[in-house]
């Protein structure tokens, strides 16, 4: 410090440097055994496996836990989340999911426009979920997933739609369309090896264009009067006939219970008045009497006031003064 020299002996120098050389041997060394250690080990989370490659080769797939593999990049891991649903959206995009899901404001038109099979254009949303069945072929086989996932389903769709007409894409036959674009998009990754498994395709949204959409509602509303007219004459078709049925066959059973009436009373008659001429033939007189009375005794009771004269009075209007 104050400027004086300090000599150092060469043997001491050598001794010196060989103890700094010995020092930084050993700092490389546990430098070393520092990175192996932190390569030797990973962790697999529990809706992963992992894919272990050595020296770029396929060895071996490793489940959820701690796990020991060679250091220094001679074996590396690539976690594949094999029990997780990815989620793939055409026509709209997701900002925040939850209870109240937030979406984008901004459309795509360019997956979302599709022809319909009787040359109409639709405006269609819908999501592929999938799930990763195969983690090698995921990982070897397909350069990008996602991107093949989308693509196909892209054309997949615009396929399926153009085979049905517009008004079956949006009522009758949405369950139909999926059904069939997850077949055939399954066949699809099946054929390419791709290691992926098409849990579902739903259509979210489907309606016409914006700039028909005023056209396109009127439609519907005159539709809906129209079936609403048809419901309304159902209802009274479907309870003035039942009405008339009803008192149709009323008016046929009272006629027919008349008609048995009538018969049966026309038939009591004729059998009475057969009885009768049968009595009269056997005794006339007293048959004769008999009737006489019987019919006098019906007059008698519908008579109001009646005199009773003896047959030959001449004058009987002494006896009809009588009251005074």
Known sequence: ????????????????????????????????LII???????????????????LGRFTKISQPGLHFKLPFSIER?????????????FGFRTRTPGVRTVYEGKDYPEESLLLTGDLNVIN??????????????????????????????????RQVIGDYTFDEVLTTKRVEVNDLVQQKMQKILNSYQAGINVVTV????????????????????????REKLINQ???????????????????????EAYATETVNEAEGNAKKFSLILQAYKKAEGVTETRLYL???????????????????EKGILPLLQLEK
């Open 1 to 32: 410090m104050n400027g004086d020299i300090i000599e150092i002996n060469p043997e001491s120098f050598k001794k010196i440097q060989k103890a700094v050389s010995i020092g930084a041997k050993y700092f490389v060394l546990f430098i070393i």
């Open 36 to 54: 192996a250690l932190k390569t030797s080990f990973y962790t697999i989370q529990p809706d992963e496996v992992g894919v272990v490659q050595r």
């Open 77 to 89: 891991v690539t976690p594949v989340r094999t029990a997780y649903v990815f989620k793939e959206e």
């Open 124 to 157: 269609a949303e819908w999501i592929v979920q999938f799930k990763i069945n195969d983690p090698v072929k995921y990982l070897f086989e397909i350069r990008n997933p996602r991107k093949t996932i989308r693509d196909i389903s892209e054309s997949v769709m």
């Open 202 to 225: 739903k259509l979210q949204d489907v309606n016409p264009p914006d700039p028909v959409k005023p056209a396109f509602n009127e439609v519907n509303e005159a539709k809906q009067e």
């Open 233 to 255: 004459a159902w209802e009274v078709y479907n309870r003035r006939i039942p009405e008339a049925k009803g008192e149709a066959k009323k008016i046929v059973m009272e006629s």
């Open 294 to 312: 019987e019919t006098m005794q019906d007059v008698l009771q519908k008579a109001g006031r009646k005199y009773i004269i003896d047959a030959e």
